[in-house]
């Protein structure tokens, strides 16, 4: 199969809501939480979370930008594996409303309860440095 392109990881990463966000601690062991895509579904290379400033992922992220994604997908047919996703990148810490209003979906209000108005929201940019990816027997590298 020919190599995936940007556009066919955009594909693959619509169907999946929850992937796990790792950053390095100050103890310089590694932490990983599960992050919901939040219907980010024109995948660019960049990838958007919100969350609250005093969380330790936001003072990790700030100790330490560079962070990790991963994504499975679902089980494939005829017991196909699912896709999974691996990305490396550097991540950006966004406080401007303006900024949180562009990837807001109304399904966060279960989270922030004010919307982009939640005194202390955060939203983590993470710019995709490399994405590698294993789709059955299939297996790449891309650099977007």
Same mark, same amino acid.
């Given at each position: 199969?020919?190599?995936m392109?940007?556009q066919d990881?955009? !594909?693959?990463?619509k169907?999946?809501?929850f992937?796990?966000?790792?950053t #390095?601690?100050?103890?310089? &062991?590694?932490?990983?939480r599960p992050?919901?895509?939040?219907?980010?579904?024109?995948?660019?290379?960049?990838?958007?979370f919100?969350c609250?400033?005093s969380? #330790?992922?936001?003072?990790?992220i700030?100790g330490?930008?560079?962070v990790?994604?991963?994504?499975?997908?679902?089980?494939?047919?005829?017991?196909k594996p699912?896709?999974?996703? &691996?990305?490396?990148g550097?991540?950006?810490?966004?406080?401007?409303?303006? #900024?949180f &209003?562009?990837?807001?979906?109304?399904?966060l209000?279960?989270?922030?309860?004010?919307g982009?108005?939640?005194?202390?929201?955060?939203?983590?940019?993470? #710019?995709?440095?490399?994405?590698?990816y294993w789709?059955?027997?299939?297996?790449? !590298?891309?650099?977007?």
């Open positions: 199969m020919a190599d392109t940007l990881i955009s !594909e693959k990463i169907d999946i809501d992937g796990m966000l790792s #390095r601690t100050t103890g310089d &062991a590694v932490a990983s992050m919901s895509n939040n219907g980010e579904v024109d995948y660019d290379g960049d990838s958007y919100f609250h400033e969380t #330790r992922m936001v003072s990790d700030q330490d930008p560079h990790g994604l991963t994504f499975t997908g679902k089980k494939g047919l005829l017991g699912p896709v999974f996703i &691996a990305i490396v550097m991540a950006e810490l966004i406080q401007d409303k303006a #900024r &209003a562009e990837h807001w979906v109304k399904d209000e279960r989270w922030f309860e004010q982009i108005d939640t005194p202390g929201l955060v939203l983590i940019k993470v #710019r995709a440095e490399r994405i590698h789709d059955g027997e299939d297996e790449g !590298e891309l650099i977007p």
